[in-house]
C-alpha cells in the first residue's frame, strides 16, 4: 500500500462488507485443514511470482493450470482474501481497488473476487501445479471512517469489528487501537509513522496480546488450507518486534513444507530503513524499481550487470519488480503502457540473479488510479458490491503482462539458470549488454531502436536452443554465439531449451539460416578497434555502424576477422572499424554488392 495511494479513503464514510464463516476454515480442528496436511505438492516450479492483481480465485486457479505451472512460474501473488469495505459507486468510480485493503473481519467466506470454497479450491489447485499462493496479507489496519457493511454482510465501524471471524468468538473494539488515533503527520519520526493512523485507517496495537492473536489465527488459518506464502502490505507501519512475534508464530505450510514465505512491504527511507525488517523475512526494494525502471526508459542499461545492493538489501533479501500496482498509478517510470521496453526490462529481471523476483500482471485503469477490476456489475444476494469478472486475457480489459511473448518464457528460463553465477560477455554503447548465467544460460538484452548484430563468446554448450525472451532459434558453435538482437527485444537461451529440430522452434532467426553469409576479412586495426559489416538493409543496420554485424578475431587469427552476416543477392554493404570512443572508420572505395566469403580492407 502507497500512502499516496489511498488518499481519497481519509475522511470517507464507507460501507463494508462481510466476513468468514470460520470455524470450519480457522479452527484447529479443521476438517478441510486435515486433508490439505495429507496432500503433497508435486513439486515447487521455482521462485518467479506472478501478481495476478484483483483476479477472482477462479481465475487464478486456472492460470495456475493452464498457464503459469505449465511455464515453470512458481508461485502467485493475490489480492487481500478477507472481508473488505464495500465503498458506494459514486465514490470513486468501479468500487475503487483500494477497498480491499480495508479489512473488516477476517472472514473470507465472501469477497468480490470469490467464496471461501473458490480460495480453497484455487489453492489445491495451484499447488497440484507446483505454484505457491502468496496472500497480500493486511496486518497494520482496520477500516477507515464511518461504518458500513462488509463483503460478507458483517456490519462495522471505525475501532469496533464485533465478529472477526464469523462465530462470535473475537472482536476489537477502541481499546484494540491505537496508542496513536491521529494521522501520520511527520514522517521523519518513527514513533509516529509506526503507531499513528495511515491516512486515517484505524491503527490496530500489534503490541496488544489480543489483536496478535487474532492475526496469528487469521494466518495460520491461511496456512492450514495450504497458502505458502505472505507479502505483507504495509510493515513499514507496523513496529518491528510486532512483527517478528506474529509472523514467528506462524505453522508449517501443507503441501510444500517448511514454515511460509513471507515478503514485507517496506518503502525504505533514513527513518525507517528496508533493512529493519530483514530478520522477519525479504522486503520489497523500491529502490531496484526506481533504477532499473529509469534505466531502461532511457536506455541506459549496461551497467546493470554490476548491480548493487540497492539500499543495503542483499539478493537473498530483496524482492523486486519493475512496477507493482502501486507504482503503475504513483510512480509510473515504465509499465505496460510503453511497450517493448517494458517487457525488456521485466525479462532482464528474471534473468539476472539479482533478488526474488515479482512480475506485475494488471488491467486497464483507463487512467482512473482508484478504477477496480473489471466487474460483472452487482449480484442479487451478495453483498459484496460490483462482482469482479474472471480475467479473460484476450480481452484488452485485462493486461495479462506475464504471457507476454518477451516474459513467458523467462520463468523456465531462471529456473534452469538456478543460482549460476552472471559472466559479462558483451556491450555496446549503453544500450546493449549480453551475459551468461555460468555455463547454463546466455541473454542478451537490445534497449536500443535499431538491430544489435552480437557475435560474442559464451559458455553455453553448443547446439541449438529456442529463445525464451520472444521466440526463434539460435546457434552455439565452437563456444560463440551469432544473433541478430531486435530492437528493445532480447535473446535468452539455456540448456534444457534446446532445440532438436529448429522449424519446431518457431526458427527463422537462427544466424545459419539462409541468408546469413559466413565473412574472413583482413583487417588491420588499432588497439580498442573492431570491424563491422555495415549495409544497406535493416539487419545490417541501415548503414548505421553501431547496428551492423560485429566480426571477431583473436591472437591466434588476427588480421582475420571473421562471423556471420545477412547478406543477399543485391544486398550493398561496406566494412567499417569502430572504436571505444565510437569513432568511424569506413572502408573506401564503392560499396560491395550481394554475397562474399573472403576479402580484404581495400586502401585509398
Known amino acids: 500500500m502507497k500512502p499516496s495511494g489511498l488518499g ?5 464514510i464507507v460501507v463494508g462488507a462481510g466476513l468468514l464463516a470460520a470455524p470450519t476454515l480457522f479452527g484447529q480442528d479443521s476438517p478441510r485443514a486435515e486433508a490439505v496436511s495429507a496432500t503433497s505438492a508435486e513439486g515447487h516450479n521455482g521462485e518467479t511470482i506472478v501478481h495476478l492483481f484483483q483476479w477472482t480465485w477462479d481465475s487464478v486457479a486456472d492460470e495456475c493450470a493452464e498457464f503459469l505451472g505449465p511455464h515453470g512460474f512458481g508461485g502467485v501473488q493475490v489480492s487481500p482474501p478477507q472481508e473488505h469495505v464495500v465503498i458506494p459507486y459514486a465514490e470513486g468510480g468501479n468500487h475503487p481497488w483500494w477497498q480491499d485493503y480495508q479489512a473488516v473481519s477476517y472472514s473470507i467466506d465472501n469477497t468480490r473476487r470469490g467464496t471461501a470454497e473458490e480460495f480453497a479450491t484455487m489453492v489445491a489447485t495451484c499447488r497440484d501445479n507446483g505454484v505457491k499462493i502468496y496472500v497480500d496479507a493486511i496486518v497494520n489496519h482496520m477500516t477507515g471512517d464511518g461504518s ?99 509472523f514467528g508464530r506462524l505453522d508449517d505450510v501443507p503441501g510444500f513444507g517448511g514454515k511460509p514465505h513471507v515478503y514485507h512491504e517496506v518503502y525504505g527511507d533514513a527513518t525507517i530503513p528496508y533493512t529493519a525488517y530483514t530478520p522477519y523475512g525479504q522486503v520489497t526494494n523500491f529502490d531496484y524499481k526506481r533504477d532499473v525502471s529509469s534505466r531502461f526508459s532511457r536506455g541506459d542499461i549496461a551497467g546493470l550487470t554490476s548491480m548493487p545492493d540497492y539500499g543495503g538489501l542483499t539478493s537473498d533479501q530483496a524482492v523486486v519488480f519493475v512496477d507493482n500496482h502501486d507504482t503503475q498509478r504513483y510512480e509510473p517510470t515504465l509499465t505496460h503502457v510503453h511497450g517493448d521496453r517494458y517487457y525488456l526490462a521485466t525479462a532482464f529481471m528474471l534473468a539476472h540473479p ?18 477496480g477490476p473489471p466487474s460483472i456489475g452487482e449480484v442479487n444476494g451478495n453483498p459484496a458490491g460490483w462482482i469482479t469478472e474472471d480475467a479473460d486475457c484476450s480481452d484488452s480489459d485485462w493486461i495479462c503482462e506475464h504471457r507476454a511473448p518477451a516474459v513467458a518464457g ?86 534444457g531449451g534446446t532445440c532438436d529440430d529448429p522449424k519446431g522452434c518457431g526458427g527463422g532467426t537462427d544466424p545459419g539460416a539462409p541468408g546469413q553469409v559466413h565473412i574472413s576479412a583482413t583487417v588491420e586495426t588499432r588497439y580498442g578497434q573492431e570491424v563491422y559489416v555495415v549495409g544497406s538493409t535493416p539487419e545490417l543496420g541501415s548503414w548505421n555502424p553501431s547496428d551492423g554485424a560485429r566480426l571477431s578475431t583473436d591472437e591466434s587469427t588476427y588480421p582475420v576477422w571473421s562471423g556471420t552476416a545477412p547478406i543477399g543477392e543485391g544486398t550493398e554493404w561496406k566494412l567499417v572499424k569502430v572504436d571505444g570512443a565510437g569513432n568511424v572508420e569506413w572502408e573506401s572505395g564503392a560499396n560491395r554488392v550481394g554475397p562474399a566469403t573472403t576479402v580484404t580492407w581495400r586502401s585509398g
Open 148 to 246: 458500513g457493511t462488509g463483503s460478507n454482510g458483517t456490519e462495522w465501524t471505525k475501532y469496533h469489528h464485533t465478529d472477526l471471524f464469523g462465530d462470535g468468538t473475537a472482536a476489537y473494539t477502541e481499546e484494540h487501537f491505537g496508542p496513536c488515533y491521529e494521522e501520520i503527520s511527520d514522517w521523519n519520526d518513527k514513533q509516529e509513522v509506526q503507531n499513528c493512523q495511515l491516512l486515517g485507517l484505524a491503527d490496530l496495537d500489534t503490541g496488544s496480546p489480543h489483536v496478535r492473536e487474532q492475526l496469528v489465527r487469521y494466518l495460520n488459518g491461511l496456512v492450514a488450507l495450504g497458502v505458502a506464502g505472505f507479502r505483507v502490505d504495509a510493515s513499514k507501519h507496523v513496529p518491528e518486534e510486532d512483527i517478528g512475534a506474529i
Open 354 to 371: 539479482y533478488g526474488t523476483p515479482v512480475v506485475m500482471s494488471s488491467y486497464d485503469f483507463k487512467g482512473n488510479e482508484t478504477e
Open 410 to 495: 523467462m520463468a523456465a528460463f531462471r529456473n534452469a539458470v538456478g543460482d549460476a553465477p552472471l559472466i559479462e560477455r558483451a556491450t555496446q554503447g549503453s544500450s546493449r549488454v549480453a551475459f551468461d548465467r555460468g555455463d547454463r544460460g546466455f541473454a542478451a538484452f537490445n534497449a536500443s531502436g535499431g538491430v544489435w548484430n552480437l557475435n560474442a563468446e559464451t559458455g553455453l554448450p553448443d547446439g541449438s536452443y529456442e529463445n525464451a525472451a520472444g521466440g526463434g532459434t539460435f546457434t552455439v558453435a565452437n563456444g560463440r554465439i551469432n544473433a541478430r538482437v531486435p530492437a528493445d527485444g532480447a535473446v535468452a537461451l539455456h540448456v
Open 8 to 12: 481519497a479513503v481519509a475522511g470517507a
